[in-house]
């Protein structure tokens, strides 16, 4: 019987490798190939040396390999694009995953090195910009590098009336705060070189370009120029 065994073949599509995660306190058990195939990450650790089999992790519910630091619902959410071939293309298309969880596999994807779903989430993530609140896309975009969304954001909070708050300086970082708080003011120190957006003159006054006031006129404000400078975009 063992030798018959082993002159059988193992078909090259439909017979497949698992591994077994312990996330949390559940127990995942999943092809291995999808992880070699999208992640650099999962690939350098499954050639690792193997040692007996009893000892190897990951082939057992017995013996899984343990992620820490990664929580039950995170993991579900980056399988759930990753075993979906759909999303795997990175082409935006429709899902069932809310914002928290894009949120969730654009940690994971990218903490792992999951280039497809990582495009996938920052696709579907930015599809969904009148959701998010301008601080945290720029949370996001610093935690996570994703650098095209950073100008986008900062302009929103620039030429919004109100000013940053401590719990949003505390958020997005205190050093982020300051340089924002910095183009809104340089912004209005430099007045008299901008055309203003009302009246079509070089104005000096503060009734054309005020910027920390509820002034209408702040959401009219060309920051571009001066957030590039000042955050090296």
């Known amino acids: 019987m063992t030798s018959s065994t082993n002159r059988r073949s193992k078909h090259c599509k439909f017979y497949t490798t698992t591994v077994t995660f312990l996330v949390e306190d559940c127990l995942f058990k999943i092809p291995r190939e999808p992880l070699e195939a999208e992640s650099i990450v999962f690939r350098d650790m499954f050639l690792l040396p193997q040692g007996d089999k009893d000892t190897v992790e ?3 519910d017995e013996n899984p390999v343990v992620l820490p630091g990664v929580s039950q619902d995170e993991f579900e959410q980056l399988l ?3 075993l979906s071939r759909k999303h795997v293309s990175g ?3 429709e899902s069932d995953l809310d914002l928290d ?3 969730s596999v654009l940690k994971l994807s990218t903490m792992w090195e999951f280039h497809a779903p990582r495009i996938a989430a920052i696709i579907h993530i930015d599809s969904l910009d009148n959701m998010i609140d301008p601080i945290d896309k720029v949370v996001l975009a610093m935690q996570y590098d994703i650098k095209e969304w950073l100008l986008p954001a900062l ?3 620039a030429r919004r009336a109100e000013s940053i708050n401590i719990e949003e300086g505390r958020r997005m970082g205190f050093e982020t705060a300051l ?3 910095s183009v809104r003011e340089k912004f209005s120190q430099e007045s008299g070189r901008h055309r203003c957006h009302n009246c ?3 104005c000096s006054t503060s009734k054309c370009l005020s910027v920390g006031t509820r002034d209408p006129a702040t959401k009219d404000l060309d920051f571009a120029p001066v957030i590039r400078s ?3 975009l």
Do not use: M, Y
């Open 58 to 60: 990951g082939l057992s």
């Open 80 to 82: 759930t694009v990753l």
């Open 91 to 93: 082409r935006c298309s």
């Open 101 to 103: 969880q894009w949120v």
């Open 155 to 157: 302009l929103k909070l």
């Open 179 to 181: 340089k924002l708080a």
């Open 200 to 202: 079509g003159a070089k």
């Open 230 to 232: 000042t955050f090296d």
